[in-house]
């Protein structure tokens, strides 16, 4: 079973789309900032038990979804990792640039998302 650490500043989000793509058959591990996210990954490095993908928020409080990324992308034992970046506000080009850069997924959170997340995480953990 694939494992997606959720990251989110929204705690209802965040449980939607953990029950989404936990009805796909994923298991969410769930942060409410990029802080806690690192303690996640620290974790998780620690008990030999990576997470597969990460889903992220752009705009949290205490270490963003940039700064995150950043300290992931950074660390050669998470680099690897497929992270999809969500932004809640109008993807701009230069933000979509800077996800690519990162070799990330990046999309608005608006419309038919959750539809598209669960298709996007399930591309990126079987390729």
């Known amino acids: 079973m694939a ?11 965040r449980h939607v789309m953990g029950w989404a793509l936990e009805d796909q058959g994923f298991e969410c591990v769930h942060a409410d900032n990029g802080r806690v996210a690192l303690e996640k990954l620290c974790e998780a490095t620690v008990n030999h038990d990576p997470f597969d993908c990460i889903v ?24 690897q990792t497929k992270v999809v970046v969500l932004s809640g506000h109008t993807v701009s080009p230069r933000d979509t640039a800077r996800a690519l850069a990162m070799d990330c997924v990046h999309f608005e959170k608006r419309g038919q998302f959750m539809e598209l997340l669960g298709q996007v995480v399930e591309r990126l953990v079987t390729h």
Request: negative net charge; proline residues 6%; charged residues 30%.
């Open 3 to 13: 494992r997606v650490l959720l990251v989110d500043d929204d705690t209802t989000l």
């Open 56 to 79: 992220l928020d752009i705009v949290m409080p205490e270490v963003d979804g940039w700064q995150f990324l950043e300290a992931v992308k950074s660390n050669p034992l998470w680099r």
